[in-house]
Structures are given as C-alpha cells and as structure tokens.
C-alpha cells in the first residue's frame, strides 16, 4: 500500500507527498510491546553513541566533523567542530536484512508508516523541544566536508575568536553532521529522527506517547 502526506495551499491545490515508512529494530518484545500498549519508546543521543561498545552500533565520532574552504581568500579554512550535544536522536533503517537484524540482535520492529507525523507527536512530550529534522544518513569514506561557493565565503570570513560553532551548524553546514556516517555502515540504511532542546542532552530518555501509536504496525520476526 502506497501512504501519502497531504498538504492544502491558500489557493485550493491538495497536494500529495508519498510517504515511504521507516523501522525501528528492537532487541526485547517488551520494548515492542510496551509501545503498542502504552505508547513508551526510548529516545538515545550522540553522546550514547560514541559509548556504545559495539562496533555496528556505536559510533565514537558521531557529531564530529571536519569542514573545509580552499581558494575564496587569502587563507584557506579548516574547522573540527561537534554538535548534536542538544539533540534527542532516534536511529531507524528504511529497508530490513538479515544482516542488520543480526548487528542489533533484533527480534522485531516498530513500522512506522508516516515518519514526520510520528516525530511530531514525540516532539510534544519532550522537555524544552521546539524543533526537529529528520532524513537519511549521508555515508563518505571520511568525515571531511569541502565546502564551496558561499558556504565557503563565510566560513573563510569566520573569526573563531567571536563566533560560535553554532554559526556553522546554522548558517554553513545546515547540520549535515548530524546525517554524517562512514560509508561501512552504509548497508544499515539508517533514517535518523533528530529532535532539539534547548539543554543539553547527555542520556536517553523513555517517552509515553499513544498518540504516535496510530503511525505504526508491529512486527514481529
């Protein structure tokens, strides 16, 4: 079945955005369960990534990246940065293998069939979230990003000495770190759910929900 998003404009066109669903692989039927009857789902984030022991898992660079300007100016620019230090992530795969059942020792999935509509409905119940981004991640051979044009025109003009690195999340980059995953991992497929607080995120969290609950089918392997 083919799911769609609607939209309606002030000049009376239903427009259409097929939807393509995403899953959650979870290792414990309690897990599942306990979404489906209560609504909870446990949110992870970066800094849990980078202490994840397991290779096919964690991630000790998650966040990190290095971005680049050459040939805009006088001097040429390089920045190491972090972020996603504010942010509640939850890691979901668009297609299942048995091979990435395997890496999570899953023994079913959360279907989600309407990502933005899901991810809406956690928004509301987290503390000091007011905005989100979702999408797949991008896989590259290492975490270096050339930036040309007018990315690289302002990140050459950049005084580190009054500018924040938030200046580069916002303005250069538009957090494709976020998304940024080396390109062994690429087989995983991830679709990344990304929500922002305003404080600093260092631990998981569970979420009671029910009313992302009508976005999803259980699935049990």
């Given at each position: 079945?083919?799911?769609?998003?609607?939209?309606?404009?002030?000049?009376?066109?239903?427009?259409?955005?097929?939807?393509?669903?995403?899953?959650?692989?979870?290792?414990?039927?309690?897990?599942?369960?306990?979404?489906?009857?209560?609504?909870?789902?446990?949110?992870?984030?970066?800094?849990?990534?980078?202490?994840?022991?397991?290779?096919?898992?964690?991630?000790?660079?998650?966040?990190?990246?290095?971005?680049?300007?050459?040939?805009?100016?006088?001097?040429?620019?390089?920045?190491?940065?972090?972020?996603?230090?504010?942010?509640?992530?939850?890691?979901?795969?668009?297609?299942?293998?048995?091979?990435?059942?395997?890496?999570?020792?899953?023994?079913?999935?959360i279907k989600i069939k309407d990502p933005s509509m899901f991810a809406f409905e956690i928004a509301?119940?987290?503390?000091?979230?007011?905005?989100?981004?979702?999408?797949?991640?991008?896989?590259?051979?290492?975490?270096?990003?050339?930036?040309?044009?007018?990315?690289?025109?302002?990140?050459?003009?950049?005084?580190?000495?009054?500018?924040?690195?938030?200046?580069?999340?916002?303005?250069?980059?538009?957090?494709?770190?976020?998304?940024?995953?080396?390109?062994?991992?690429?087989?995983?497929?991830?679709?990344?759910?990304?929500?922002?607080?305003?404080?600093?995120?260092?631990?998981?969290?569970?979420?009671?929900?029910?009313?992302?609950?009508?976005?999803?089918?259980?699935?049990?392997?």
């Open positions: 079945m083919i799911n769609y998003s609607s939209h309606i404009r002030s000049f009376g066109i239903k427009w259409n955005i097929k939807i393509e669903p995403v899953y959650r692989l979870l290792d414990n039927d309690d897990y599942i369960n306990n979404f489906f009857e209560k609504g909870e789902i446990m949110l992870s984030c970066f800094n849990n990534f980078k202490k994840n022991p397991d290779e096919m898992q964690g991630d000790k660079e998650e966040g990190h990246a290095i971005v680049g300007e050459f040939g805009n100016g006088p001097r040429n620019s390089h920045v190491i940065y972090e972020s996603g230090l504010n942010a509640f992530v939850m890691s979901t795969t668009s297609k299942i293998n048995d091979t990435i059942i395997k890496d999570f020792n899953a023994v079913g999935a509301k119940k987290l503390p000091y979230v007011e905005s989100g981004v979702e999408g797949f991640c991008n896989y590259k051979s290492s975490r270096v990003e050339f930036l040309q044009g007018e990315e690289g025109k302002i990140l050459n003009s950049l005084d580190f000495n009054v500018h924040s690195s938030h200046i580069i999340f916002e303005e250069i980059t538009k957090g494709i770190e976020l998304f940024l995953k080396l390109d062994k991992y690429e087989y995983q497929n991830e679709y990344r759910l990304v929500w922002f607080s305003n404080e600093e995120i260092k631990n998981s969290i569970i979420v009671r929900c029910p009313e992302a609950v009508k976005f999803c089918e259980k699935i049990i392997f």
